[in-house]
């Protein structure tokens, strides 16, 4: 997916999941760090953006720090640029996590000039977890014709790849096995802490496997692909004009053609959600919001980053529950 323009961000944030656990290794200063990675003794890992600084917090517990990077709703990690202050963040980490995929591509340059720096990059799992999805496409276009996720072939390059709990929970244990490495003594804390994680992950894909045993190929339309992975995992037919999300989602203005394609989906009643992704939002999508919700179409809110004292578990649980609930699944 090539970079998009950043859109004006807003503070509202999607999901209101109650906060029982604020990411303070998340929101430690950049300069706490010195050389070596270490701060004490103790390894430090930066991460991309809050959200992987979530997995890698829920795996390093009290044996790590762990900050992050990108924290403000309004940044865009695809056209994001590391000021010096980021890049000497990177280049002296015990471990760096990050999204990969062309996400956040920052990460990649400071690495190129820092390669001895250890590094997991999540979107290289996506295929480890039956997720090659553009395989999937081409193996089943034969028998899936007209009516099967129609919308929905973004020929299986989509890097939100945080929306799927499998994804999440491997790169959990590929921070886990780094952190072993660099600090070998508790070595059996961060695999443990990893295996509760990908167990936790489990609230999340119960609510998925809800949605598709109750609502299989249920239609649906999003603003843009970010939350491709939960309707893919949810088995739901996205809609959405593909003309109408890629331009969306790279900045740009729809055509007048694909806006009026998305619209009549709310008009017509053609589609029983609309995921919504609150952190872009402008006039088209805010214009499409309004449709849908005159026509009596539930708006789902997602974001790209966590909202404020929510863990990343929390996050992915509750946009996965508001879509069981926009779906009427039990």
């Known amino acids: 997916m090539s970079a998009f323009s950043p859109r004006t961000g807003i503070a509202a944030i999607a999901l209101t999941a109650a906060a029982t656990t604020v990411l303070a290794g998340c929101s430690s200063s950049e300069s706490s760090g010195s050389s070596g990675g270490e701060t004490g003794g103790r390894p430090t890992v930066v991460a991309s953006t809050n959200v992987w600084g979530s997995v ?20 865009d990690p695809h056209s994001y640029e ?28 400071v690495l190129a000039s820092a390669s001895d720096v250890p590094s997991v990059d999540a979107y290289s799992f996506l295929g480890d977890h039956g997720h090659d999805h553009a395989d999937e496409t081409s193996e089943a276009s034969s028998d ?5 996720h129609a919308g929905h072939d973004h020929s299986g390059e989509n890097e939100h790849v945080w929306y799927d709990p499998e994804v999440a929970a491997a790169t959990a244990e590929a921070v886990a096995e780094q952190l072993g490495t660099i600090d070998p003594d508790n ?23 809800r949605i598709a045993q109750q609502r299989p190929g249920a239609p649906v339309a999003q603003t843009e692909p970010i939350a491709h992975y939960l309707l893919e995992n949810a088995d739901l037919d996205d809609r959405t004009p593909e003309d109408f999300e890629n331009a969306i989602e790279e ?31 402008d006039n088209v999508t ?17 974001t790209e980053t966590l909202p404020e004292g929510v863990t990343y578990l929390e996050w992915q649980r509750g946009a996965a529950q508001s879509l069981a609930d926009a779906l009427g699944v039990a």
């Open 56 to 75: 890698a917090e829920a795996v390093a517990g009290d044996r790590a720090d762990v900050q992050a990077i990108i924290a403000d709703p309004s940044a």
């Open 82 to 109: 590391a000021s010096p202050a980021d890049a000497a963040a990177l280049s002296r980490a015990s471990l760096v996590v990050y999204n990969g995929g062309g996400y956040d591509e920052f990460v990649d340059d």
């Open 144 to 148: 899936q014709a007209d009516g099967d």
């Open 187 to 209: 070595a059996s804390y961060y695999t443990a802490n990893a295996e509760a994680f990908h167990e936790d992950m489990h609230q999340v894909s119960d609510i998925t496997d």
């Open 251 to 281: 900045g740009n203005d729809p055509s007048p053609a694909a806006i009026a394609a998305t619209r009549d989906l709310f008009t017509s009643r053609s589609v029983d959600v609309l995921v919504y992704n609150v952190q872009t939002e």
């Open 286 to 302: 805010a214009d499409v919001r309004r449709v849908a919700e005159e026509n009596g179409v539930p708006v789902v809110e997602v």
